[in-house]
T-cell receptor
Framework: GAGVSQSPSNKVTEKGKDVELRCDPI?????LYWYRQSLGQGLEFLIY????????KSGLPSDRFSAERTGGSVSTLTIQRTQQEDSAVYLC??????????????FGPGTRLTVT | GNSVTQMEGPVTLSEEAFLTINCTYT??????LFWYVQYPGEGLQLLLK?????DKGSNKGFEATYRKETTSFHLEKGSVQVSDSAVYFC????????????FGTGTRLQVFP
């Protein structure tokens, strides 16, 4: 079956521009996570959705970062006024549930963001 | 806070050598522990997991045992192959809520024939 998909796979943008990154989770997965993988910081949690709600936004690094999820499915991560330190691979993962401590998270291929 | 520490790489081995990648954690409560693998050009994949103390996770010849007394989850394989070359990440799920994963920094494994 289809896995988690993300688009675009690569994005190059100029400093100060806004970008939108998209995640399509596995059908039926209610939990969705965004992570960031960068050279200096490793793999960091950004935000968690259960359905359309985001009960944990603790990993968002600044108010330039926001995310939404609609219809319990697609999620969009938006970065406003991009900075060079935002350059990273943004990973999305989904799972069947977010509170049982047992469900595997399935990761997408990531979006590589480069801010010039 | 919760954290994961794993050995730095790269780890370079010859084919059929024994592999150990060390991982220790700090957490309140009772986290689940994971090893994820990232093959070149591919996404993160779950390799194995353990959900409680003394559990052993295993997959593809890899094993790791959840040791609460030493707060460790070391990854081992008895005989590595060239195809095992990848980056390995140790992780724990936040036991307080949401199952968000907290990752170690990753260890690159290079296996030569």
């Amino acid at each position: 079956g289809a896995g988690v998909s993300q688009s675009p796979s690569n994005k190059v943008t100029e400093k100060g521009k806004d970008v939108e990154l998209r995640c399509d989770p596995i059908s039926g997965h209610t939990a969705l996570y965004w992570y960031r993988q960068s050279l200096g910081q490793g793999l960091e949690f950004l935000i968690y959705f259960q359905g359309n709600s985001a009960p944990d936004k603790s990993g968002l690094p600044s108010d330039r970062f926001s995310a939404e999820r609609t219809g319990g499915s697609v999620s969009t991560l938006t970065i406003q006024r991009t900075q060079q330190e935002d350059s990273a691979v943004y990973l999305c993962a989904s799972s069947l549930a977010g509170t049982s401590n047992l469900h595997e998270q399935y990761f997408g291929p990531g979006t590589r963001l480069t801010v010039t | 806070g919760n954290s994961v520490t794993q050995m730095e790489g790269p780890v370079t081995l010859s084919e059929e050598a024994f592999l150990t990648i060390n991982c220790t954690y700090t957490a309140t409560g009772y986290p689940s522990l994971f090893w994820y693998v990232q093959y070149p050009g591919e996404g993160l994949q779950l390799l194995l997991k353990a959900t409680k103390a003394d559990d052993k996770g295993s997959n593809k010849g890899f094993e790791a045992t959840y040791r609460k007394e030493t707060t460790s989850f070391h990854l081992e394989k008895g005989s590595v192959q060239v195809s095992d070359s990848a980056v390995y990440f140790c992780a724990l799920s936040d036991p307080t809520s949401t199952d968000k994963l907290i990752f170690g920094t990753g260890t690159r494994l290079q296996v030569f024939p």
